[in-house]
């Protein structure tokens, strides 16, 4: 080769190089496959303004959730995401609640807390979690349960939060997740009490509705789940700096059976948002009393119901044939105890994050 050709691809090269200095060279960033998938997964689950573009990653200065189904959430709280239980109704017909176990595998959550161990609640966690390493945070029955429905019971990691059969109101305190601290309470699933005399609570039977666009496959296996043991009941908070979130996915009949309970939520730290199961066994006896119950102990600043969508018909019935219960519930808590309510009705408020989007430092919560 020439001399003067080395030269010019040399004087070239230089000039190109000094270029690339003066006026710098940004190359778009090229995301795909699975990251691609992870981000808007979270967009859809978390809304497009609440995850970063590029890397997934989730503001902490909200607490977000998106409801899939009966007391089934995916969450977001101080940039961590999480489910609370695992299971999706309906998912023969794929279009009732527009979410599956492949986005919930997609979003690559750090943990999964059980409320309870009844398949509407649990199903779906041992394949989440071998598919992602999330930690199944529960009793150890309900860590027995899931590491028993595994295809490969050794790699998921379950975090025991309290002990072998643990008595209502035992409870502990969670801090695996950096900036969330998380309180598990042991307490009481619904059950069929004789109706309180002394309550102005009355049972009713919910007006049935037969929605062409619901699920019902679900109802035989609901049905075959009857007796099933739960394996214990927890209710969780989740505190990020003053702001605490409590969700309960059953509520029992503490008056009757473990009124000591009563004491140990009203001593539990101040509850922002509570997000309550509504539905249980005792409404055709004693109506919405018991999460009424729950409301008092807790006193939380906003209630959110949940369990009272139209799952599996006709046993269950659309949300929406729930909400003037609901309300004249509310009116017998005591003006200054009374929650304002935010209503989830189905299926338009499913996979709806724009709905329960909660700022942290939000004046309404100081």
Request: with cysteine; aromatic share 8%.
């Amino acid at each position: 080769m020439k001399k003067q050709t080395i030269f010019s691809i040399f004087i070239i090269s230089l000039a190109a190089f000094l270029l690339v200095l003066i006026i710098g060279v940004e190359e778009p960033e090229v995301v795909e496959g699975e990251e691609s998938q992870l981000i808007e997964t979270r967009q859809k689950f978390f809304g497009e303004g609440n995850v970063d573009p590029a890397t997934g990653d989730i503001t902490k200065d909200k607490v977000i959730l998106s409801w899939i189904g009966v007391s089934n959430f995916a969450a977001a709280i101080n940039g961590h995401v999480i489910l609370l239980n695992s299971w999706i109704p309906g998912r023969e017909k794929g279009d009732y609640v527009p979410a599956t176990v492949k986005e919930l595998i997609s979003l690559q959550p750090e943990a999964i807390f059980i409320g309870h161990a009844h398949y509407d609640h649990s199903d779906n966690a041992a394949a989440i979690s071998e598919q992602t390493g999330a930690i199944v945070v529960g009793t150890p029955e309900h860590c027995n349960k899931i590491k028993e429905d595994a295809a490969n019971a050794e790699i998921i990691t379950c975090l025991q939060a309290v002990g072998k059969d643990a008595k209502p109101g035992e409870m502990s305190q969670l801090d695996f997740l950096e900036g969330v601290r998380i309180t598990a309470l042991s307490h009481i699933h619904s059950a069929v009490t004789v109706p309180d005399m002394q309550d102005k609570s009355h049972g009713f039977f919910p007006i049935k509705s037969f929605d062409s666009e619901a699920p019902m496959g679900d109802l035989k296996k609901l049905l075959g789940a009857i007796g099933e043991d739960e394996g214990g009941t927890l209710m969780y908070q989740f505190q990020v700096g003053e702001f605490t979130l409590t969700w309960n996915d059953s509520a029992g009949p503490i008056k009757e059976k473990e009124p000591g309970l009563i004491k140990v939520m009203e001593n539990l730290p101040w509850t922002d948002v509570q997000v309550g199961a509504i539905v249980g066994f005792n409404q055709y006896f004693n109506g919405l009393r018991d999460p009424r119950i729950y409301m008092e102990a807790l006193e939380p600043k906003l209630f959110v119901p949940t369990h009272h969508d139209n799952w599996a018909p006709p046993v269950t019935t659309a949300a929406k044939n729930y909400k003037a219960n609901l309300q004249q519930e509310l009116k017998l808590l005591a003006e200054e105890k009374r929650p304002e309510l935010l209503f989830l009705s189905d299926p338009e408020d499913y996979v709806n994050p724009q709905k329960l989007t909660f700022t942290v430092h939000e004046e309404r919560w100081k």
